[in-house]
């Protein structure tokens, strides 16, 4: 059973904005904090940002702050990532994912990771 469906994305413009939506209706809302991690061809996977299980508070990478926000709604199992203004160097494959219980609110690495999104693409044009 699909644990993480992602949706969103496609080709924007330098300057434009994108919303990033990760549906978790089979985890249980509040115990898994959240994350949004991305991979640029020929670049390793990397963690964007991440939210704790009850939303409280969130974290991000220096090269997104002023820029992304993540976000969840408990009560409809979905994370979003808001994107604005987007660069030309977010240009990557985005992956939503369920983090382990317990593991480090920040950073957050691929290994600790429980469930992920099938990613999305995201690209910016100059």
């Known amino acids: 059973q699909v644990q993480v469906v992602q949706s969103g994305g496609g080709l924007v413009e330098a300057g434009g904005s994108l919303r990033l939506s990760c549906s978790f209706p089979?985890?249980?809302?509040?115990?898994?904090?959240m994350g949004w991690f991305r991979q640029a061809p020929g670049k390793e996977r990397e963690g964007v940002t991440s939210?704790?299980?009850?939303?409280?508070?969130?974290y991000r990478a220096d090269s997104v702050k002023g820029r992304f926000a993540i976000s969840r709604d408990n009560a409809k199992s979905t994370l979003y990532l808001q994107m604005n203004p987007l660069k030309p160097e977010d240009t990557a494959r985005y992956y939503c994912?369920?983090?382990?219980?317990?593991?480090?609110?920040?950073?957050?690495?691929?290994?600790?990771?429980?469930?992920w999104g099938q990613g999305t693409q995201v690209t910016v044009s100059s």
């Open positions: 994912a369920a983090l382990k219980p317990g593991s480090a609110d920040w950073p957050i690495w691929t290994v600790d990771v429980k469930f």
């Open positions: 089979v985890l249980r809302a509040g115990v898994f904090p």
């Open positions: 939210i704790t299980a009850n939303g409280d508070y969130t």
